[in-house]
């Protein structure tokens, strides 16, 4: 009976050293395991860590960029208000400079008008000086006819320049190259093709023209003289 309880103790005792290995080997596995979960989270913080750092510089960098963007904003937006500003100097300067051309114009406007009036008098008694110098040769000239031996063969008068618009041989019309020319016989106008002749009359000392239809009167006369 001892020997059999020794047996089965020795058997516990062997059951048990079995198990002790057992949890020994267990315990090792689970230190083993522990050890690796530390590891992994220590790695995870550092993970964490850096990722924190990470996330930071990124906020930092995007509050960086967004400060920077928003006063380059306000750069751009001073600086646009600022070429508003200059537009409207200039703007307000080109029309002082418009207002002020303007009344210059307008001065300039009633100087010309002035002038124009002026000259307009001036030419008026230059035309009615001219008239008058006119009336007064005319007056001369018929005098001066009406003094000559043949100077009453046409109504007994001189006849005034502004009263022959045609030519009285060839009833051609004066113009530029169609000058008048009086007869100093008959005192009438004719073209320079009708009065081409130039004789001596009773009251002149040198040759002066006659017309075509005057001619034969005068060297009539000068036979007859002579």
Same mark, same amino acid.
Request: proline share 1%.
């Given at each position: 009976?001892?020997?059999?309880?020794?047996?089965?103790?020795?058997?516990?005792?062997?059951?048990?050293?079995?198990?002790?290995?057992?949890?020994?080997?267990? /315990?090792?596995?689970?230190? =083993?395991?522990?050890?690796?979960?530390?590891?992994?989270?220590?790695?995870?913080?550092?993970?964490?860590?850096?990722?924190?750092? =990470?996330?930071?510089?990124?906020?930092?960098?995007?509050?960086?960029?967004?400060?920077?963007?928003?006063?380059?904003?306000?750069?751009?937006?001073?600086?646009?208000?600022?070429?508003?500003?200059?537009?409207?100097?200039?703007? =307000?300067?080109?029309?002082?400079?418009?207002?002020?051309?303007?009344?210059?114009?307008?001065? *300039?406007?009633?100087?010309?008008?002035?002038?124009?009036?002026?000259?307009?008098?001036?030419?008026?008694?230059?035309?009615?000086?001219?008239?008058?110098?006119?009336?007064?040769?005319?007056?001369?000239?018929?005098?001066?006819? /009406?003094?000559?031996?043949?100077?009453?063969?046409?109504?007994?008068?001189?006849?005034?320049?502004?009263?022959?618009?045609?030519? *009285?041989?060839?009833?051609?019309?004066?113009?530029?190259?169609?000058?008048?020319?009086?007869?100093?016989?008959?005192?009438?106008?004719?073209?320079?093709?009708?009065?081409?002749?130039?004789?001596?009359?009773?009251?002149? =000392?040198?040759?002066?023209?006659?017309?075509?239809?005057?001619?034969?009167?005068?060297?009539?006369?000068?036979?007859?003289?002579?």
């Amino acid at each position: 009976l001892e020997e059999g309880a020794t047996e089965e103790l020795a058997g516990l005792r062997a059951a048990h050293a079995d198990k002790a290995a057992a949890l020994g080997a267990a /315990r090792e596995q689970l230190g =083993k395991a522990a050890a690796r979960n530390q590891e992994l989270t220590r790695e995870m913080e550092n993970a964490l860590g850096l990722a924190d750092v =990470k996330l930071h510089q990124v906020r930092r960098e995007l509050e960086e960029a967004t400060r920077a963007a928003e006063e380059q904003k306000a750069e751009q937006q001073q600086a646009s208000w600022d070429a508003v500003d200059r537009l409207n100097t200039q703007v =307000k300067r080109l029309q002082q400079k418009f207002n002020q051309a303007h009344e210059i114009c307008e001065e *300039q406007e009633k100087e010309i008008n002035r002038l124009t009036r002026a000259l307009d008098e001036v030419d008026s008694r230059r035309q009615e000086a001219v008239g008058v110098g006119m009336e007064l040769c005319e007056q001369m000239q018929e005098l001066q006819v /009406r003094s000559t031996t043949y100077g009453q063969l046409v109504g007994g008068r001189w006849q005034r320049d502004r009263t022959a618009t045609f030519c *009285q041989l060839c009833e051609l019309d004066f113009s530029l190259t169609r000058r008048r020319h009086h007869c100093r016989c008959c005192g009438g106008i004719f073209c320079a093709a009708c009065s081409p002749h130039f004789e001596k009359l009773a009251s002149s =000392k040198r040759p002066v023209r006659v017309c075509s239809g005057c001619l034969e009167t005068v060297v009539a006369d000068a036979r007859r003289d002579a």
